[in-house]
């Protein structure tokens, strides 16, 4: 299994540019999360798609983020225009069905992050 | 989700057990304890779960009090490898807030 794959792993751009990031989940698994993680807020929750359907985006800093899953197998997340404060490595991460109501669990798989560096 | 709290960092030596605490005295009745890691540079990695007793897996143990109220993860045999964030999470199924978690650091 490959794991969640996520690219570029790396992207410098200049303040005012569109960024695109992807990801790929694990296949099979049916949620899937975006995260932020700087050194001044640590590890943040951006949005999560539960069967492609966003369930919770309070995390999304402002209008000029946005994410979308078109298909169980990707999904983006976009900021538009980008600033110097977006700088951060962005995490996707993916976890599968629950086993059972009863017993269900959230056990997220991580892909590498990406780097974003805005200049 | 319940809010937890840790020490911000700790030392073990390799070979011996590393105890992690954690408090999360406002868990509720239904919230499950998850424990991650983070290596440096890398994704958080699961480590594992618990409810209401006490777990062990391949990784590691973790020791949840009769009150829900904390919970100890133990690396029964610390290697330079576990040198990393560990973040202990308190929360409901499909929503993980992560802390500022304990920085362990394991030296020869």
């Known amino acids: 299994d490959a794991g969640v794959i996520q690219s570029p792993r790396h992207e410098v751009t200049e303040m005012g540019q569109e960024v695109t990031l992807r990801c790929k989940p694990i296949s099979g698994h049916n949620s899937l999360f975006w995260y932020r993680q700087t050194m001044m807020r640590g590890l943040e929750l951006l949005i999560y798609?539960?069967?492609?359907?966003?369930?919770?985006d309070s995390g999304m800093p402002e209008d000029r983020f946005s994410a979308k899953m078109p298909n169980a197998s990707f999904s983006t997340l976009k900021i538009q225009p980008s600033e110097p404060r977006d700088s951060a490595v962005y995490f996707c991460?993916?976890?599968?069905?629950?086993?059972?109501?009863?017993?269900?669990?959230?056990?997220?798989?991580f892909g590498p992050g990406t780097r974003l560096t805005v200049l | 989700d319940a809010k937890t709290t840790q020490p911000p960092s700790m030392d073990c030596a390799e070979g011996r057990a590393a105890n992690l605490p954690c408090n999360h005295s406002t868990i509720s009745g239904n919230e499950y304890v998850y424990w991650y890691r983070q290596i440096h540079s890398q994704g958080p990695q699961y480590i594992i779960h618990g409810l209401k007793n006490n777990e062990t897996n391949e990784m590691a143990s973790l020791i949840i009090t009769e009150d829900r109220k904390s919970s100890t993860l133990i690396l029964p045999h610390a290697t330079l490898r576990d040198t990393a964030v560990y973040y202990c999470i308190g929360g409901l199924t499909d929503k993980l807030i992560f802390g500022t978690g304990t920085r362990l650091q394991v030296f020869p």
């Open positions: 798609f539960n069967n492609n359907v966003p369930i919770d």
């Open positions: 991460a993916s976890s599968p069905p629950g086993l059972t109501p009863r017993d269900r669990y959230n056990e997220q798989f």
